[in-house]
């Protein structure tokens, strides 16, 4: 029988809340840069202009249908090669899981777009609006209400998603949590401890999600 | 001389208008002029391109090719059917209200904002300039008390009136109605056809696309009736409506119990 013992995890409290600190840090640039990407895509994928909606298309596509795993590695060991820049390992967690993050983020962004209705679309028109004015001050407003509780979800994985950059030995909560393993020979308990960071920190976010789906089914 | 031909320049243009949706041919051949001041219904089965040709007036939809001007701004389509930068179809816009069967009011804007939209955002009107204009048409159409409101707070003759507002804010030569009338409970017709029948005698250039015969009647100087993308017929409202010359027109009428009549004069 495999004696539990916890007491030895909070000797590496402050490691582990390093790294949680890095999680939440990533996990912020990652969503903030992700939604840019994704407005950006999505726009273009609606754009008039045939080769601007394919390149956004070749994005959304190509970041959705490989591995995140596999696009880390990529952005860490294969860019630099080609392209002769040097990437730091944080950076090239933030760029892999921006661009990863923003091609969910964009389909989710023009799913809300399309789907406000046509005759919005067209009383902007009618009132002598630019396309731009019409996308800021009468379609986006309202999509974005219905975007909220998706974007959300997207987030919550990315926040989990961010675990994958201790593999480039940056210091998050999962890489500081495996050191900690390493040093105590406690696997277990780390393990255990660190599911339940992650979960103490994403389960009130689901709750959030679940409030503005419910409000946003009776308001629409 | 030039005032004198200025004044008797028709408002509004139609020539030779055509516009096809693929294999459809929508409007085929459209000529219409609308008088300054002048109000025009356009009346016909539904399908017959009524809400094709009101788009193609202030180019929601581009037009295949014929001429369209409203007062001082004129596109020539030729056969191109392409469609003026964003910046001249805007503008040309501006010009132009238009008024839509299902209001699309903007909902996540109170009623005195969506009134305000225009002007703040089209015409880059100051605030302090907009609210008061705003609300000097809200009084207009009856609904100054409820500035505050959002519009799923209103029946549908307020929202319809809202959008009435919401259009006059742009100052715009002409009216556009398509339909303005035909989502209403019937309880609530009277109350919007009130406000177009005011604007009509202050002097708006309206065209009015409607299946109530006896406003078309009362308020219109010309009817035209359309069927299948042509004007079938088209004179002064109560010759057409009462005397059609067309078997067609004839036939389109009698669907309506002529509601016509109870109008005095
Ligand atoms: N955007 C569109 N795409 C394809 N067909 C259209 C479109 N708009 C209208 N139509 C077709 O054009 C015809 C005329 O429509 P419309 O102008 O709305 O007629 P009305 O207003 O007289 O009922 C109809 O057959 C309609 O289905
Ligand atoms: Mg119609």
Known sequence: ?220 | MAIESTMTEPKIEVAALRKRFGDLEVLKDINLTVEAGGVVALIGPSGSGKSTLLRCMNLLVAPDGGRVRVGADSFDFGNSGQLPPAKTLARFRANTGMVFQHFNLFPHMSVLANVMEGPLTVRRMPKAQAEPLARSLLVKVGLADKADAYPNKLSGGQKQRVAIARALAMEPEVMLFDEATSALDPELVGEVLQVMRALAAEGMTMVIVTHEIAFAREVADRVVFMRDGVVVEEGPARAVIDTPREEATRAFLSHFHRRGEAVPG
């Open chain 1, 1 to 220: 029988m495999y004696q539990w013992d916890f007491g030895l995890v909070w000797t590496y409290r402050w490691l582990l809340l390093d790294g949680f600190a890095v999680t939440v840090g990533f996990t912020v640039a990652i969503v903030v840069l992700g939604l840019v990407a994704g407005l950006l895509a999505a726009l273009g994928k609606l754009s008039p202009l045939r080769p601007v909606a394919w390149l956004a298309s070749a994005y959304i596509e190509v970041f959705r249908c490989t591995p995140l795993l596999v696009q880390l590695v990529w952005f860490y060991y294969a860019l630099p090669i080609l392209s002769g820049i040097e990437m730091s390992a944080i950076s090239a967690g933030i760029l892999a899981l921006s661009l990863y993050g923003g091609s969910f983020y964009a389909e989710i962004i023009r799913g809300g777009i399309v789907s406000i209705d046509k005759g919005q679309t067209e009383a902007g028109e009618a009132l002598g609006m630019l396309p731009s004015q019409v996308m800021r001050r009468v379609v986006l407003p309202q999509a974005l209400k219905r975007m909220v509780p998706p974007l959300m979800n997207q987030s919550i994985i990315q926040f989990k998603n961010t675990s994958l950059v201790s593999v480039l030995a940056v210091p998050d909560l999962l890489y500081q949590g495996q050191v900690a393993a390493h040093d105590s020979y406690r696997p277990l308990e780390l393990y255990t401890v660190i599911a339940i960071i992650y979960f103490l920190a994403l389960f009130p976010l689901t709750l959030l999600v679940k409030r503005g789906e419910t409000r946003l089914a009776v308001t629409d």
